[in-house]
């Protein structure tokens, strides 16, 4: 299984616990000493079993709506729009639970009643207003976890980042190249959007496993657990892959911006310190001589004329490449006192 497609499996996997625990706790609450006012009378127990039939398949509705979500409507729009959307979603999510409910009435319960009168029997609208919520609360959640990083949440919530710890990392600066002109000649609303756009194009390397651990205006920092990174050198296909979706797109970026975007990158491994920080906002920062010598690197791409530049730390761990590495010799970079030796990375003509 590929990353991406083991990526939409664990958002669909998410989903799927989230809804079966949210009918097994509606069915735990509203069954324990109650009665039914309508047709389909449950214990307790019989409505936690149908609960966790019904959160599965629920659960892989609105999580495959998810993944389309990420991966095809991350275009810019409108709030109009997007509630207009959400409020279709919404309804014909409903439409679907109804559907499966019903069935499963009907055909495991031998209950004879109509749909109609299914869909609109005493306590439906209290079904309809937690179900809604609950919708509302996995795509916040959602939001959070993409906000914070893949995995990070759970991590967050289990205190794995309150106490400082070391992890072994790649790091990559990705930094937009004459951003300063190009700043100038599209004025700053133009300027916003086309960094928007060249960022929005970026998440194609999330199949190449990395992380996007923060944005800096024009600038993007990625990272990978070591094993992730070397593997399949993902630390530098990321890269290439990255600049060939922009190459793809670069009659958008003309018609649009009257511009190609190219952006140079700097990459370091090491050893770093992970750890949570913030009072009234919550991160996870990584800490180090190996985030620095990174952003140290990149900036030493124009005076060597080199889109791609990696520490010899790094380049000494890839096992077997295919790209080239010409190396440039030991540098000094600003605010360390030994020169590190850096290698230009290219691929391979094709």
């Known amino acids: 299984m590929n990353y991406k497609n083991k990526r939409r499996w664990l958002i669909i996997r998410d989903y799927c616990i989230g809804w079966t625990l949210a009918f097994v706790f509606y069915s735990i609450v509203r069954g324990e000493g109650t009665q039914e006012m309508g047709s389909v009378q449950l214990e307790v127990w019989r409505s936690i079993l149908v609960s966790m039939v019904i959160g599965p398949i629920v659960g892989s509705i609105s999580g495959y709506a998810q993944v389309l979500t990420e991966e095809k409507a991350y275009q810019p729009m409108s709030i109009q729009k997007l509630l207009i959307l959400r409020f279709i979603f919404t309804l014909l999510f409903i439409i679907s ?3 499966i409910a019903y069935t499963i009435v009907t055909l495991f319960m031998e209950v004879k009643i109509g749909l109609i009168a299914f869909a609109f029997e005493p306590g439906s609208f209290a079904i309809y207003l937690y179900i809604l919520f609950v919708d509302v609360f996995m795509a916040i959640l959602r939001q959070v976890n993409l906000l914070l990083g893949e995995k990070k949440l759970g991590k967050l919530l289990r205190g794995k ?48 496993q990395a992380e996007i651990y923060q944005y800096a205006g024009d600038e993007a920092i990625l990272t990978w657990q070591l094993p992730d990174g070397l593997r399949n050198e993902n630390c530098i296909r990321a890269y290439f892959n990255f600049k060939e979706e922009l190459i793809k797109k670069q009659d958008y970026y003309l018609h649009k911006y009257n511009c190609r975007p190219f952006f140079k990158a700097g990459i370091n491994a090491g050893n770093v310190m992970v750890t949570e920080i913030g009072k009234y906002k919550k991160d996870i920062a990584y800490h180090g001589d190996t985030v620095n010598t990174a952003a140290r690197i990149q900036s030493k791409c124009n005076d060597f004329k080199q889109e791609l530049l990696i520490s010899k730390n790094l380049k000494d761990q890839l096992k077997k490449s295919e790209f080239n590495f010409d190396e440039l010799g030991r540098i000094a970079l600003k605010g360390k006192e030994k020169e590190v030796l850096i290698y230009a990375v290219a691929e391979y003509a094709k």
């Open 97 to 99: 639970i109804i559907l």
């Open 161 to 208: 980042f309150y106490t400082p710890r070391e992890e072994e990392r790649i790091f990559m600066f990705v930094d937009l190249k004459d951003s300063t002109k190009l700043a100038e000649q599209l004025g700053h609303t133009k300027y916003s959007l086309l960094i928007q756009d060249c960022f929005n194009d970026l998440g194609v390397v999330a199949e190449n």
